[in-house]
């Protein structure tokens, strides 16, 4: 299944990302009111100049002057050049300039600009300016961008005599009436970063008192998914928080889980006991047994003995079956130690030698000597024990079974167990640690499953890997535990000790 994000960062996500839009949509209308509100104030500025020129020049001398202006009258154009710059310099704008109906200079405070030069610039304008020569009304152009990144704008107010428009004079904007249009963007992009700031913050201390509980009731769902029943989820001293909802969730799971309990509890008191009641007659069993041995072979009955030797080795797989159940039903406490791999894979080597025998599988033990592991001995001696006994079963005759020791691995004990039986099919590889599931005909379902219960108490993990007709790997590894130390070696495994 498709993982998505955490919780938390959907929580976040759901606040920043609304918010961000919302912001930026304010953003944009409210710069584009500032832009469409400046450039109107531009404008009647701009025209403000243009009419104050204008009404200096109008119906005069200077308009008469202008309307016959040529190349000879230089004192004419000086005189209205030094005006132009005097009203510039006042006013602030960046440019002004006189220009006639063919949209040739005239007067301009641009002094590289000479008399009767073509201003191409204005073509873009010219629409504006043809109509403000017909009928002698002062127009704007729209605002624009040049290709240095500043904003432009221009008015454009005729000059009158007798009513008629005889000169325009172009007014620009200076970049100084633009500077307030940058200011309030920066204001409002400061505006918009402290805003969303404030949501992350209030989203990121909303959601961690949201989910803190939501936390612990997965903390505690995945503790119970993993075996680990004992420890309350909701208590006197920790009880149900969190939102109405997540404090009944929390109530319900702790329900469960301590209806689990008692289930388990229930099912491992009926397994001791089924496991005693089954236990008791076969010490008797295996005595008469004993008996019946001597006296066949007192008389020689040679089949008679085959058939109680089939009668033994049935009852030694009832009575490992019995202690299967015990163990499982009767968990004890880890008591670790540290002691040698290679000591204790001997001994499980050799009290499996005769069971190996009868089934024609070799043993093979590799890479244990020099390494030391830390942990129950008696406990992983019983869950490595239970997974070779698998192996050498699936294997068959004539095959091998490899125990391998990774003495290279750093603060782990690990240990694999391969061997060459038919594999084991993909859907069936979940299921192989659940109790009493079993692909043999013969076989209490609890091998894999105890062995399982005991690494997960050293705190290590259980892998399987299987290929259909290339065999099986069983891997092992468990916390190596430098603060113990080194203990004496064991004696040899006691005869008649079960694993």
Not at 111 to 136: A, N
Not at 467 to 494: I, N
């Amino acid at each position: 299944m498709k993982q998505r994000g955490s919780l938390r960062t959907q929580m976040i996500a759901a606040f920043v990302v609304p918010t961000v839009l919302i912001i930026g949509a304010m953003i944009a209308l409210a710069w584009v009111s500032a832009e469409r509100g400046l450039e109107e104030e531009v404008g009647r500025r701009l025209m403000a100049i243009g009419q104050g020129v204008s009404a200096e020049l109008s119906e005069g001398i200077d308009a008469a002057q202008l309307e016959r202006l040529d190349g000879t009258m230089e004192r004419v154009r000086a005189r209205m050049s030094q005006r132009l710059e005097a009203t510039r310099a006042a006013t602030g704008a960046r440019r002004l300039l006189l220009v006639n109906a063919e949209l040739e200079s005239l007067v301009d405070t641009e002094p590289r600009v000479g008399f009767g030069q073509s201003m191409f610039e204005l073509e873009t304008d010219r629409l504006e300016i043809e109509r403000s020569f017909e009928d002698g009304q002062a127009r704007t152009s729209p605002m624009f961008r040049s290709r240095d990144g500043e904003r432009h704008k221009r008015a454009f107010v005729p000059v009158l005599l007798e009513g008629r428009a005889v000169a325009m004079i172009v007014v620009v904007a200076s970049a100084t009436h633009f500077e307030l249009l940058g200011d309030f963007g920066a204001s409002l992009a400061g505006l918009g970063v402290f805003g969303v700031g404030i949501v992350v913050v209030v989203a990121i201390f909303f959601s961690a008192g949201l989910l803190r509980p939501v936390r612990r009731l997965v903390s505690g769902v995945e503790r119970v998914a993993q075996g680990e029943l004992t420890r309350p989820l909701v208590s006197v001293e920790h009880p149900a928080s969190g939102p109405r909802e997540i404090a009944f969730l929390m109530g319900a799971f702790e329900d469960m889980r301590q209806s689990v309990v008692a289930r388990d509890a229930h099912m491992r008191m009926m397994l001791a006991g089924i496991a005693h009641e089954v236990r008791n007659p076969l010490g008797g069993m295996k005595l008469f047994c004993g008996l019946l041995r001597e006296e066949l072979d007192h008389e020689g009955e040679d089949e008679k003995l085959k058939m109680l030797e089939k009668i033994v080795r049935e009852l030694d797989y009832l009575e490992r079956v019995v202690t299967d159940f015990l163990a499982f039903a009767r968990p004890s406490e880890i008591r670790p130690e540290r002691f040698e791999a290679a000591e204790m894979l001997q001994e499980i080597s050799e009290l499996l030698a005769g069971e190996c025998l009868q089934v024609g599988c070799t043993l093979h033990i590799e890479g244990a000597d020099q390494v030391v592991w830390t942990g129950d001995k008696s406990r992983l001696r019983r869950a490595v024990l239970n997974v070779v006994r698998n192996a050498y079963q699936a294997s068959g005759s004539g095959a091998s079974v490899r125990v391998v020791v990774q003495g290279d691995q750093v603060q782990r004990c690990v240990v694999s167990v391969i061997d060459e039986g038919p594999g084991i099919e993909p859907e069936k590889l979940a299921e192989l640690s659940t109790p009493f599931f079993t692909t043999r005909e013969k076989g209490s379902g609890l091998g894999l499953a105890l062995t399982r219960q005991i690494i997960e108490k050293h705190g290590g993990e259980l892998r399987i890997e299987s290929q259909v007709g290339r065999g099986t790997r069983v891997g092992l590894s468990w916390p190596f535990d430098e603060s113990l130390a080194q203990t004496s070696p064991h004696p040899k495994v006691p005869e008649g000790w079960l694993g």
